[in-house]
């Protein structure tokens, strides 16, 4: 059973920065593929960033690609996402989440689930 905790969260003007972290405990972290997942108030969760086991390779949704970035430090068993440029659109509750090896964009590929961290953007 893995356990994520985030942190990092909160409030910051539009153009800003945040670094979110996600700390793993009780699995063998660099069999997973980590990712990071938003959900705003009345829609869906969605895909932000993910990075394989190795961290060589990363992904990115369309929409955070050049502002966001996906970083894993193994010796830590962390998981980060560094975010600049924020807008208010990027407002939500960021969710980190383990997955298999094959796990990519989808939610339904991730096993275990952090409680989640509020980014808010003012504007």
């Known amino acids: 059973q893995v356990q994520l905790v985030e942190s990092g969260g909160g409030l910051v003007p539009t153009g800003g920065s945040l670094r979110l972290s996600c700390a793993a405990s009780?699995?063998?972290?660099?069999?997973?593929?980590m990712g990071w997942f938003r959900q705003a108030p009345g829609k869906e969760r969605e895909f932000v960033a993910a990075?394989?086991?190795?961290?060589?390779?990363?992904y990115y949704q369309h929409s955070v690609k050049g502002r966001f970035t996906i970083s894993r430090d193994h010796a830590k068993n962390t998981v980060y996402l560094q975010m600049n440029s924020l807008e208010p659109e990027d407002t939500a509750v960021y969710y980190c989440?383990?997955?298999?090896?094959?796990?990519?964009?989808?939610?339904?590929?991730?096993?275990?689930w952090g409680q989640g961290t509020q980014v808010t953007v003012s504007s």
């Open positions: 009780g699995g063998t972290f660099s069999t997973y593929t």
């Open positions: 990075i394989d086991g190795s961290g060589g390779g990363t």
């Open positions: 989440a383990a997955g298999s090896p094959i796990a990519t964009f989808s939610f339904r590929e991730y096993d275990y």
